[in-house]
């Protein structure tokens, strides 16, 4: 197996920090075979803290034979060890490595919407069950050459930037999160408690409703990296225009320069630059697709750059990123749907947060 300490400290944050895999607890381990040198090193963790590890490795090209081939029927069938999982294992540890992030540009939007609406249950229960303390989870991805071309970086480089992003260089990983994590909660305990937010920069002027709502601070036990405080915003209460600047990899396609307008907390107008047909299709899956699901607030500045890949740009230390769609129940968020769609607003340029009218961050940095 791979002998490089940074890929052996990363399985140890998503073990033993993450979600503190304990002795007799079933742990999914699913990833793409790409990841194999993290997904094993995962594994060895996981015997070692006395958990039962079951891996779920998808093969290369998989996902797209499996568009280019299911019938309406089968994408429609949910198989019975996925129910299993979501409704008894303790632990998932999931791990993206994409060899290929346009693989399904060529898959019609609705046969994507289709089996996201079918699924939408099982995310609805995983996410119950981790709000009521019950599951736990974490999402990674492992260093390819496709997010590396993605972000426009070689290998090498984005290997290093990314496992320095997910603190798996320092001394003491299993500590690390803990100590990088003091501002954002101190962040998330200060805008707690307030009524409204109302964020300006070029093409956006929105107020969100916060009133009664958790703040939720991302340490590094649901993402790695990590590095956000979340809640979900009152769902009629989100009034405004909103453009987004980073453009994102959806469901295989580009999408980017991405503006949404609000009434009464849904969306009734938008527009992108590249990927419009399927935004709109995303949009038009449910009922609460329109809605906001979540409003994130990015403390990572050790991300400093977009790289087209939302785990990591939805972070970036003076940036906002809203998603439409399910929100997560214990942020107080009631909004339901299958689709939770994450784009990322940069406010280090002209950008400035309010909080019930005090300015809590202007041109991307915090001043409360």
Known sequence: MSGDPKVQNL??????YSTQVKEGEVVSIDGENAAAPLLLA????VLKAGGNPVLNVALDGQIAAYFKHASDKQLEWI?????????????????GATTN?????????????LRQSVTGDLMTRAMKRSAEGDFRWVYTIFPTSAYASEAEMSLADYEDFYYGACLADDGNPLTAWKRASE????????IEGHEEVRITAPGTDIKLGIAGRKFIPCV??????????????????TEGEVSFHLPAVIGGREVSGVRLKFEAG??????????????????????????????GIGTNYGIDRGTREVLLDEKIGGTIHMAFGQAYPESG??????????????????GKMEVDGVVMQEDGKFIV
């Not at 992030?101 to 919407?113: C, D, F, H, I, K």
């Open 11 to 16: 399985a140890k944050i998503l073990v033993g």
């Open 42 to 45: 995962v594994y060895e963790e």
């Open 79 to 95: 198989s019975p060890f996925a129910e299993w999982m979501v409704d008894h294992a303790d632990v998932r540890i999931a791990i």
């Open 101 to 113: 992030t346009r693989e399904l540009s060529g898959v019609p939007p609705e046969r994507q919407s």
């Open 183 to 190: 501002e954002t909660e101190r962040l998330a305990e200060w």
């Open 220 to 237: 590094g036990d649901h993402n790695m990296p990590d590095g956000e405080f979340f809640t979900g915003p009152i769902e009629d209460a």
């Open 266 to 295: 849904k969306i009734v107008d938008a527009s992108a630059e590249r990927g419009e047909e399927f935004l709109i299709a995303q949009l038009d899956t449910d009922e609460g697709a329109r809605t906001l699901g979540e409003l």
């Open 333 to 350: 968020g009631t909004n339901e749907s299958a689709v939770h769609t994450d784009l990322v607003c940069d406010l280090r340029l002209g």
